[in-house]
Nanobody
Framework: QVQPVESGGGLVQPGGSLRLSCVAS????????MGWYRQCPGKQRELVAA???????NYVESVKGRFIISRDNVKNTVYLQMNSLKPEDTAVYYC?????????WGQGTQVTVSS
């Protein structure tokens, strides 16, 4: 299996925006719903946004109205547009299938929200 490759993280001030990208294998992308997960310091990894193959989306309550997940089925890429970022959004962000499969955890991308 080929793990997804996440990118787009960085340091941003509170209220700022970032766009994360994740390129996955064609087989993974065609078979599964995709999601963005994050692991905040000292906390367990959580699913924050998911997009089904039919483009239905779901979000954890803490990011509703601020984050937008989307997928490009031609490029095998899933995106996470993050707006109005808060310090509590600081985490390593990963993409994976939904539900997550162990073999598809990648390196993630660090997002730090700080002034």
């Amino acid at each position: 299996q080929v793990q997804p490759v996440e990118s787009g993280g960085g340091l941003v001030q509170p209220g700022g925006s970032l766009r994360l990208s994740c390129v996955a294998s064609g087989s993974m992308f065609s078979l599964y719903a995709m999601g963005w997960y994050r692991q905040c310091p000292g906390k367990q990894r959580e699913l924050v946004a998911a997009v089904a193959r039919g483009d239905n989306t779901n979000y954890v309550e803490s990011v509703k109205g601020r984050f937008i997940i989307s997928r490009d089925n031609v490029k095998n890429t899933v995106y996470l547009q993050m707006n109005s970022l808060k310090p509590e959004d600081t985490a390593v962000y990963y993409c994976n299938s939904v539900p997550a499969l162990q073999q598809y955890w990648g390196q993630g991308t660090q997002v730090t929200v700080s002034s």
